[in-house]
């Protein structure tokens, strides 16, 4: 990365920390907290965007992306919902593309590394995030996505993980919906196996440390209603 690129990078933080100063950044749509299989949204059977979901299917095989990203994308929908300014098409695909990279990555450094030790930085993770890219760059134009909105995807999935700040709406959502996901019950299950910590564990840390991640108050607003209902569901009171 060149410093010209850093400096640019940098500006595109503080543009979109300007542009909304408030953190968590106030919804102003409708905010759904109801459990997340009650609006599947665009996964379903006739969805608009299935030609693309058809097109990734051999790269959601990989580290749960078959449970982990469906999922994602429907909280994605809701949070456009409540963000109507926000470039709903972009945030959507992007969400559905983030994490293909993975199937890229050799699989048995997946769990060895990626979640381990510092793993939001290490090296497989700046590698699943450019493989998502080059997927990305692979699957759109055929499906008639024009070079300037694949441009703009790809720079959503480029740091994800490893990149500390949003550089836009759109970015900032699809980081939401990236988290979200995981205080869903399925996302617990899943999740909390990858870390290697009970439910319970698992739990808490969601509480403490992802919770304070998010950048939208609708986010931290299912969030904690997820949380609440998985806790009871998964009896982690008594569980630990
Ligand atoms: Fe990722
Ligand atoms: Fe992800």
Redesign the pocket.
Known sequence: MTENTLEIDAARADAFAAAYPVRPVPAEGPVDTRPICETPGTAGPGGRLDPLWKAVVRYTRTRGNDI?LPI?VAYAERLCDAYPASARELVLVATLL??TGWARVDESRILSEGFTGDWRKAQIRYEHEHQGCLVAREVLPGLGYSEEFVERVTAIIEGHDTRHVAYSLEDALMRDA?RLWRFDRAGIALASSWFKMDPSTYADRLAAEIVPELITAAAVEMATADLARSNALLQTGVLR
């Open positions: 982990h994602s983030h994490d990236d």
